[in-house]
Each structure stands twice: as C-alpha cells, then as structure tokens.
C-alpha cells in the first residue's frame, strides 16, 4: 500500500471476526507516515471529572485532518485522549499547521497539553516493525482501519520519549483556530441496559505475528461465544438510550472550538442556532432538507465504533456482571501464562463523541468512550502490567 487510494480502494470486510483473515489486510509500506496525539496528564484531567474534554480533544485530530484534506477515507482509530492517523508522506505537510493549531486550542481553551508526533514507516520499518490495514464496513461509506502488527505501538513509544527518529510538533504563535466542524459530544451519556459499561484494552505480550495473531483468535472467539455470535449486543449505543438536551452540557466546548470566521458575538449565536434547530429535529423526530431524525438515530447505532483493534483491541461494551466476571477471569489467566497484557474499567455508561461530515447522507462516525473515561483508566492497569513485565 503506497497510495491513499490503494487504502480506499481496498476490499472492505463487514464481519468483525474477520480481522483474522489476513487477506483482508494490505501491508504499509515505507512511503507512508503514522501521526500520534494524546493529552499529557489525561488520567489525572479525567479524575478530575473533564472526560468530555479529554475525548473532545483526543477525536479533534481526528476531525482537523478530515477537514484539511476534505475527506473521511483514510486510516485512523480513536482512543480515547488522543488519536493516531496513517497518511502518506507527501500529504503530512498540509495537515502540520492545523494541527500545530489545534495544540494551541488544547492549551489556551481547555488547560489541555495535546502532544502530537508522527514518525515516517522507513524508519519503523528499518527498526523492524510490521504493518498492515485494513477496513471494516461499520455501514455503507463509513469504514474503520484496523491495524496488525507494533509499528504503530513502536511510534508511540518513539514519540512519548522524544526520540531523534520522531518529530514533535510545538505550539505555533498564531491565533488560527482549526477547522473543526462537525465535531461534537451533544448526546447524553449511554446508560448501560445490561448493567455494566465495561472498556475493555487488550494486547499481546509477543513480538511474534503469528503468535499474537493466535492469542487475539482466542481472545476474540471468547467473546463473540459470549455473545452467542453477536457482536452488536455488546454495543452501548441503542436507539431508545439516544437522548439529547435542547442545550447540551458541552455547548460551550464547541463555541471554544469554533473557527474564528467572526466575532465571539456571532460564533455563540450561530452556535446556538445551529444546536437548537439540530436538537429540535432529533427530539421531536422531524425531517428538514433531506436530514430524518429516525433515520439518523438509526445509523447512530451502526457507525458507532465500540469495537476496534489497532495492534491493541479496544471495546467499550454493555454486558452483564456474569459476562464482565467472564471475560476479566478469562483476560487475567491469559496474562497469567505471559500473553496478554490487559486493562478494564467499569462505569455505568458511555460518553459518545460525534463527527459529522453528511447528516443527511449516512455521513457520521460515532467515538464510543466509557463514562468517567474508560479507555484512559484501562489503559493505566495495562501500562502497570508492562512496567512490571519490564521490572
């Protein structure tokens, strides 16, 4: 895979399971470069009770570089308080400014330190990683890359310890805002039906493809079993839980993220406008310039990404307590024989970060964190178990 076209035009899988096949899977080659983002002290902002900033922020690289490049089809996976995007080389230069602003927007609007770095695929390939991506089929026009191999876990080492090799990008002197449009974080939080919002990290421990391929088949046919074959009934999201306030708890956070095409004055009542009537459609179930409020909430549940693997398998799921006790007694005997690194976190919903590029036209991706910021607490028992391992 040299090209942005060689990743759109290859053969989507709609099946999750099918992460397995590796032939629905295109090596990256060197001529490709991988961009990380994260909030420095996420753990600590979201104890804090600001887990609606922090994925507000970690889905805002995400949406700056759709807007730049004016497309959605590209790798990338969202994690939570940050984000990481596969793009080809000689495109990176367009989208280093937006993002040098976005990091200024972190700081100056939300007291948050966004650091972002990319290292280029020559040089993790030369240190001897392994890529490969493909796209699973959420819906018709909204696809996920998922990713096998540590080349991205290598650039995010590379990168959090300020490696020669990476490139960090700094805070610029400007006052340009990004384009952010068609982020939002409007929906209510997704209260668990079954009883428990567990989020859900996995990786394993090997460097050896085929071995940690093996270990992600055991892991994965477990929970689907648990399941009984059916992913989607681990999904937070239903129809029935989408609820939306008239104003929602984070109206200001979009009018700090707004671009600044004019006064603060008008931003807040274009803001407003925009929210009410967005609100007002959803609520009462309207239709309105080829938008249908039924039909939205029904693709709401489908392109929702509470499921993912990028080198490490994220969920965010809605289980029962049976099921939550399964799967961490099932995770801790597979660290237990040195195969898998694990965290989890259990809340009793989840947050939903919005991006919306065609309301009308099926166009929407939907980031599924658990409440109280799941993925970033798991995410701090599974850097525990790799610090021990290291001990």
Same mark, same amino acid.
């Given at each position: 895979? %040299? ?19 590796? %032939? ?27 887990? @609606? ?103 995010? =080492? ?7 090799? %990476? ?39 090997? %460097? ?22 059916? &992913? ?18 984070? &109206? ?12 603060? &004055? ?16 959803? @609520? ?14 029904? =693709? ?40 898998? &690194? ?9 947050? !939903?970060?919005?991006? !919306? ?10 980031? !599924? ?18 610090? @021990?391992?290291?001990?």
């Amino acid at each position: 895979m %040299s090209s942005l076209s060689d990743y759109q035009n290859l053969a989507e899988f709609n099946q999750f399971l099918d992460i397995l096949d590796d %032939s629905h899977f295109l090596d990256v080659n060197a001529q490709w470069t991988v961009i990380v983002s994260d909030v420095i002290g996420s753990t600590q902002a979201v104890q804090q009770g600001r887990f @609606k900033q922090v994925n507000i922020i970690g889905a805002a690289s995400i949406t700056c570089i759709m807007n730049t490049l004016k497309t959605h089809d590209f790798p990338f996976v969202f994690g939570g308080d940050g984000s990481t995007v596969l793009l080809p080389t000689a495109i990176v230069p367009e989208v280093i400014e937006p993002l040098r602003n976005l990091k200024n927007v972190a700081f100056n609007q939300f007291d948050l330190d966004l650091r972002i770095g990319y290292v280029s695929m020559q040089v993790l390939l030369e240190m001897g990683a392994t890529l490969k991506v493909g796209r699973y089929a959420l819906s018709k026009g909204n696809n996920l890359a998922q990713f096998k191999g540590n080349a991205l876990t290598k650039a995010e =080492e590379l990168i959090k310890n300020n490696h020669p090799s %990476s490139v960090q990008l700094q805070f610029n002197d400007g006052q340009e805002k990004p384009n952010l449009d068609g982020l939002s974080c409007r929906l209510q939080p997704m209260p668990a039906k079954n009883g428990i919002m567990l989020s859900l990290l996995c990786h394993p421990t090997g %460097s050896d493809p085929e071995e940690s391929q093996k270990i992600m088949n055991d892991v994965l046919q477990f929970l689907h079993q648990l399941t009984n074959d059916n &992913f989607s009934s681990f999904n937070p999201v239903k129809r029935e839980s989408s609820k939306w306030r008239w104003i929602p708890d984070t &109206f200001w956070l979009e009018v700090h993220l707004m671009k600044n095409h004019s006064s603060k &004055f008008v931003n807040f009542f274009r803001k407003l406008f925009e929210v009410l009537l967005a609100n007002t459609l959803l @609520k009462l179930n309207l239709s309105a310039g080829g938008f249908e409020a039924e039909k939205y909430k029904k =693709e709401l549940v489908q392109n929702s990404d509470f499921k993912k693997f990028d080198e490490t398998l994220r969920m965010v799921i809605d289980c029962t307590e049976s099921q939550k006790n399964k799967i961490e007694e099932f995770l801790h005997e597979l660290y237990q024989q040195n195969k898998i &690194f694990y965290g989890t976190h259990v809340s009793r919903n989840a947050i !939903v970060t919005c991006v !919306v590029y065609s309301a009308s036209n099926n166009g929407h991706l939907h980031f !599924v964190d658990g409440g109280d910021g799941g993925y970033t607490l798991a995410a701090t028992g599974m850097k525990e178990q790799m610090r @021990k391992s290291k001990n």
